[in-house]
């Protein structure tokens, strides 16, 4: 290869409970989660009072690990069923009232995006000072984004009950994983040699070389693959399906630091439609260039911020390609992703935009 649901939201969060850490009401996921926007881990807390068309356990309050921001961490919260507003490739800024216990009202611009499993509203970074602080000291959040007619908001409100915020903080792990090949450094000092201290070398007895390990290649090969990925040299990872690929290579002159291309190596249109379903929801449409690769790189960082949020919650996706020329039929072929969380962190050169 060249180098180049919401239904699924009460499945997610019973896993969530089977395996969570809990703190008071807060249940802490450390290291790899299915809640923040990294993946990296998050602590989350249920509401007690969110709009109809929520469950309460359905509209939680997370706070995900993010290397990017000054505190560390992103604040967001799980606000509408996916759909529910009609949100392009750029965040809709919406007014949010915040308000701790009976203290003042803090009024705060915020941005609705589509989550895998929900419309969620999240805090910039540069508001986490003051909201980290009532986290820390009051017992309830309340939490308003008021109405915009003109972007088509409603009014919604949620409450949270916050007791034990900073000890579950305190237990919270943000984890990356060690590369697929695992650390270079000889494990026994920094005095012995290079190899592998129990790799094959001259006989120590005599002048024979001992016989090659048999299972050498196979171990090789499996350190290559993480879930659906594999690793195309140090900086790609590619999954595969029946028609096409979609791939993740570390480009050091992207903001994000990566990307993503799609498609099968042998495109000919120079431009294309792309449309990436889950189940029966088409969670992202956007548009692709075709590369020196003869694949198709999305256009923009921001579409490919908001491609690996998606991807960060499932388990396979479909992809459309259709030449904006058109000429030719559209390709369509399905990809598995999970394992998408490890891999991506294993290629360590993402550095998405909150």
Do not use: H
Not at 50 to 68: R, S, T, W
Not at 231 to 243: C, E, H, P, Q, T
Not at 252 to 272: H, K, M, Q, S, T
Not at 307 to 323: C, N, S
């Amino acid at each position: 290869m060249p180098r180049r649901l919401f239904s699924a939201i009460a499945l997610f969060l019973a896993l969530g409970l089977a395996t969570a850490q809990g703190t008071g009401s807060w249940q802490v996921e450390s290291e790899f989660d299915l809640y923040s926007y990294l993946g990296l881990g998050s602590m989350w807390v249920a509401a007690y009072q969110a709009p109809a068309d929520l469950e309460p356990d359905d509209a939680p309050l997370v706070i995900g690990c993010a290397p990017g921001a000054a505190s560390g961490f992103e604040i967001a919260a799980w606000a509408a069923p996916t759909g529910t507003y009609a949100l392009g490739a750029e965040p809709l800024d919406v007014d949010v009232l915040v308000r701790f216990d009976q203290g003042p009202v803090l009024n705060q611009r915020w941005f609705l995006v589509e989550g895998p499993f929900a419309t969620e509203v999240v805090a910039p970074f540069e508001l986490d000072q003051p909201l980290f602080a009532g986290l820390a000291t009051a017992g309830n959040l309340a939490l308003r984004i008021q109405a915009d007619p003109a972007s088509g908001v409603q009014e919604r409100t949620f409450q949270y009950a916050i007791d034990g915020f900073s000890q579950a903080l305190a237990e919270l792990r943000c984890g990356i994983p060690d590369p697929p090949n695992g650390p270079a450094a000889d494990p026994f000092g920094d005095a012995g040699p290079a190899a592998d201290p129990f790799g094959n070398g001259p006989d120590p007895v005599g002048d024979e070389t001992t016989e090659p390990d048999p299972f050498a290649d196979a171990a090789a090969d499996e350190a290559q693959v993480v879930g659906a990925w594999a690793f195309d040299g140090a900086d790609g990872m590619v999954a595969s399906g029946d028609l096409g690929v979609l791939a993740v290579y570390c480009a050091p002159d992207a903001a994000n630091g990566v990307e993503i291309e799609v498609g099968d190596y042998a495109l000919a249109d120079p431009a294309y439609e792309v449309v990436f379903r889950s189940g029966n929801i088409d969670f992202l449409k956007t548009t692709a260039t075709r590369n020196q690769f003869d694949a198709a790189q999305l256009d923009g960082d921001d579409v490919e911020d908001r491609l690996v949020r998606f991807l960060r919650g499932v388990v396979d996706v479909t992809i459309t390609l259709t030449p904006r020329s058109g000429e030719g039929p559209p390709m369509t072929y399905r990809v598995p992703t999970d394992g998408f969380n490890d891999a991506l962190a294993a290629l360590a050169c993402y550095v998405g935009a909150p």
